[in-house]
């Protein structure tokens, strides 16, 4: 066995205890990364520290025996801050490698996983050179910024042969589990409808800001990529980059990819035959985001509806829940949310179900971590809880929302040939628009 190999067995069979990896502070956890030998530890590096690339980071700093060896993100402010963290945390940081172009990162021999916490619009380049590299990848959700992006990945992986997980860390909580397998039963009867929704009070329209001269120590052109060339704009910079269809898709691709993937796992379906939308910036008509605070779509499949609910500024969805998915079945309804799930039974039904609420029992984000590292070790791709192809396949679907809004146009989709028949909205929406020189990666 390599010492590669011993290592991610060591690894595996220390992090088998869920409540171990989630409860222990990084104190006791470094008592146990003494235990290994230099040679036999998994070396991390991250493209992207400021949000989700942090939380993921320091989840995955739990597993016994993983080293963050290199940093890499176009604002050296953030770096920075997260150096600082770091050294609060107690982790010596002084043979941290600092970058600011991700391929230096990955030219790094000594890594050997890379964790891509970037804005939507780099995850494809990134990946591809990622896998290119020889790295297995943690890559964050939405996977893609459009439907042939996505498709790339999925080759990107299948060519190169890496490990590689998208951040949907629902799929490895076991309540979300628990609630699909109850759907399994057949107890709630025949599903005609599922409605997922995303009320988000915290999520204000953003105001109108002036564009302003690039902040120190932001490396613009970088940060901007394959996206079309503006003026700096706080806006379009950290966080509320999401509401600007040059780098994402707004809270349907945001919170769609976690809540939709679960409608699809419960009803065991695949691709819708129509898609309609409607919405628009109802809350702040002044407001500058291009992404919808209001949405509507309607996903027609062979046996029931879909339908996705969101907007921004209200946290009031149904059920009196800011987002949830519920299953509305002839005899009661499942609601499942992050926060657990419970059948709430339908009057009318001779065989009415009902199920208490049966709260969330673990760490999700922890749980997703410590897969990715264990099939590291296995090589073992069936065994990922939210491979590239499944992340893939959830992120067209809330595309394709995207695109019946941005088009107005009630969509139908030809599952065989994997586009829309109407070969005008395949030509304006199916891949990003690279720019600066980038091209789309040609697998």
């Known amino acids: 066995m390599s010492s590669r190999k011993k290592f991610l067995y060591q690894a595996s069979a220390l992090t088998a205890g869920t409540v171990l990896a989630s409860s222990l502070g990084n104190d006791v956890f470094a008592i146990f990364k003494n235990r290994i030998a230099p040679s036999d530890q998994l070396n991390v590096g991250v493209i992207g520290i400021n949000g989700m690339g942090w939380s993921n980071l320091t989840s995955i700093l739990k597993i016994p025996g993983v080293n963050l060896v290199a940093l890499c993100d176009v604002d050296k402010n953030v770096i920075a801050k997260r150096m600082g963290e770091l050294q609060t945390m107690k982790i010596d940081t002084s043979k941290i490698k600092i970058f600011g172009d991700h391929r230096q990162l990955l030219d790094m021999k000594d890594v050997d996983a890379v964790i891509i916490g970037t804005p939507d619009h780099w995850h494809c380049l990134q990946m591809v050179d990622a ?127 976690h809540l939709l993937d679960y409608a699809l796992l419960g009803m065991n379906a695949t691709v819708p035959k129509t898609i309609s939308a409607v919405g628009g910036n109802f809350a702040d008509p002044t407001s500058p985001q291009e992404t919808p605070d209001t949405l509507c779509s309607l996903y027609e499949f062979e046996k029931f509806n879909l339908v996705w609910d969101h907007a921004l500024g209200i946290e009031n969805g149904l059920f ?113 628009k690279y720019h600066n020189g980038y091209k789309l990666p040609r697998i």
Not at 164 to 180: C, I, K, L
Not at 212 to 226: E, F, I
Not at 368 to 396: G, Y
Not at 401 to 407: D, H, K, L, P, T
């Open 320 to 432: 009196k829940k800011e987002h949830g998915i519920a299953f509305i079945g002839d005899n009661g309804t499942l609601q499942l949310d992050r926060g657990g799930w419970e059948v709430i039974e339908e009057g009318r039904s001779a065989n009415k179900v009902m199920v208490e609420r049966k709260p969330r029992v673990d760490n999700g984000l922890d749980l997703h971590m410590q897969n990715f590292v264990n099939v590291i070790k296995s090589r073992k791709m069936e065994e990922l809880r939210c491979p590239i192809d499944s992340a893939s396949h959830i992120a067209i679907l809330s595309q394709m929302g995207n695109i019946a809004f941005r088009s107005g146009k009630k969509l139908t989709w030809n599952k065989a040939t994997g586009r829309f028949t109407d070969e005008a909205i395949n030509a304006k929406y199916l891949a990003a």
């Open 131 to 257: 896998c290119n590299a020889g790295k297995d990848v943690y890559v964050e959700k939405p996977v893609g910024n459009s439907i042939e992006e996505c498709r790339i990945m999925i080759a990107a992986q299948k060519k190169y042969g890496r490990v590689v997980q998208a951040g949907q860390w629902q799929r490895s909580q076991q309540h979300f589990r628990d609630a699909v397998d109850f759907i399994g039963t057949g107890k709630l009867g025949n599903i005609r409808t599922v409605k997922v929704w995303c009320y988000l009070g915290w999520k204000k329209p953003i105001p109108v800001v002036p564009n302003t001269p690039v902040p120190a120590g932001v490396d613009y052109d970088r940060w901007l990529g394959p996206a079309l060339k503006r003026p700096f704009n706080a806006n379009r910079f950290h966080f509320t980059f999401r509401w600007f269809w040059d780098y994402a898709g707004g809270l349907m691709t945001d919170w769609g990819v």
